[in-house]
């Protein structure tokens, strides 16, 4: 509901001027909204019984990992958190997309936690399950074949936060549209490549870090 209000409002949409750009990304937006929509019913589908509103484990409860499952942990979560984002292409919203980001995203990654803590404690093969299959985002074997921890320095953490605000500061104050699709495309590639790869940390790493 909040997310249609602000769309709705109008505010922080960003003007693109140019007619091919506008058409690529409403269209872009919309296959993104399509596809996740189909994904959603796909992940009801074979979630079945097992879904509910409430964080619980049911009495019949079964470990689903077939269909969506397969790609993502949490299918529903994923696909609502894919269509607010192909939303925010379509409508030209900037402030959709923060929002997005950084209070339905944190939410939904809380939620999801507390279902995990519940699951690892009722089914075994939930931990390794952990392991192979990502939360929100499909995890690429190519980029992801070795899970031991990842050590970042903090300061990498800081040019990433810093660096990625002021291009969304330097996109809205001066209208630089591209520049808010360079900021999405970070922020996808940084969830599918993990931190390790991200591409903030590696311009860190190869840059300030040497």
Aim: proline content about 3%; some cysteine; aromatic content about 20%.
């Amino acid at each position: 509901l909040f997310f249609c209000l602000l769309i709705m409002s109008k505010l922080g949409l960003y003007e693109v001027s140019d007619l091919m750009l506008k058409t690529s990304l409403v269209i872009s937006g919309l296959v993104v909204i399509v596809f996740s929509t189909l994904f959603n019913v796909w992940g009801r589908f074979f979630l079945g019984k097992n879904w509910g509103n409430q964080i619980k484990i049911y009495e019949d409860h079964t470990l689903v990992m077939k269909g969506p499952f397969r790609f993502v942990r949490h299918p529903l979560y994923a696909s609502l958190i894919w269509m607010f984002y192909g939303a925010s292409l379509v409508y030209f919203s900037w402030t959709a997309f923060l929002a997005t980001s950084f209070i339905f995203v944190p939410f939904m990654y809380y939620r999801a936690k507390q279902e995990e803590g519940m699951l690892k404690k009722s089914f075994l093969d939930y931990q390794r399950y952990i392991k192979n299959v990502g939360m929100f985002f499909p995890k690429l074997k190519i980029f992801c074949s070795d899970s031991k921890p990842v050590t970042v320095p903090n300061a990498a953490f800081v040019f990433c936060r810093y660096s990625i605000a002021l291009m969304l500061l330097a996109a809205v104050l001066f209208k630089i549209k591209w520049l808010l699709i360079v900021v999405f495309v970070v922020f996808v590639l940084s969830v599918i490549l993990k931190v390790k790869r991200a591409p903030m940390i590696l311009l860190y790493r190869y840059t300030i870090g040497l």
